[in-house]
């Protein structure tokens, strides 16, 4: 997967999220606009309905999930190139309590904006697991400067 992101300002999904059953079309905004780690995920289908998606890499280096080819057809995904890949957040009080979905992660066709959550069956990935223990280490040494 790439870890370069694009802007897709909506995102149409092959399915639904896990527990939303009737959330197919989101909008992808950044949080800021040189941001290009950080995501508001928001439900065109659903009023209210939000979440913070994030690229796993900067956070999880070695983050290297399997898609099954079922996903990769159902996105119309021929290479890496063609995908980008994004983890939901649970968002804490500060970044020691914020924790990433690696469990369940979203997968976007960056050509097509069609998008699904797929559930990873190997590769023993964590549905919380903490920001702050795999951040950029020039981010950590960074904040304990501060």
Do not use: W
């Amino acid at each position: 997967m790439t870890a370069t992101l694009v802007d897709l300002p909506t995102l149409d999904f092959a399915g639904n999220l896990i527990g939303f059953p009737h959330a197919h079309r989101f909008a992808l905004v950044r949080v800021a606009p040189d941001n290009e780690v950080l995501f508001r995920l928001t439900c065109l289908d659903i009023e209210g309905l939000e979440f913070v998606a994030a690229a796993p890499y900067p956070f999880f280096a070695d983050y290297a999930p399997e898609i099954d080819d079922a996903t990769a057809e159902r996105l119309e995904i021929e290479s890496a190139d063609d995908a980008m890949l994004l983890v939901l957040l649970t968002v804490g009080p500060d970044l020691a309590s914020t924790t990433a979905n690696l469990f369940a992660p979203i997968v976007v066709n960056v050509h097509t904006r069609r998008a699904a959550q797929v559930t990873l069956v190997s590769g023993g990935y964590s549905l919380k697991a903490p920001l702050a223990d795999h951040s950029d280490p020039r981010q950590r040494a960074a904040q304990q400067a501060s």
